[in-house]
C-alpha cells in the first residue's frame, strides 16, 4: 500500500493537480 501511495504522489507532484493524488487516494482507501 505505501509503495502505491508514493507512486500515486509522485504522479500527482508530477501532473501538478490535486484530483490526481485524490482520484486514487479513494480507491485505495
Do not use: C
Request: glycine share 14%; hydrophobic share 45%; charged share 15%.
Amino acid at each position: 500500500m505505501a509503495a502505491i501511495a508514493g507512486i500515486t504522489v509522485g504522479l500527482g507532484l508530477s501532473e501538478g493537480s490535486s484530483d490526481y493524488i485524490h482520484r486514487p487516494w479513494r480507491f485505495i482507501h
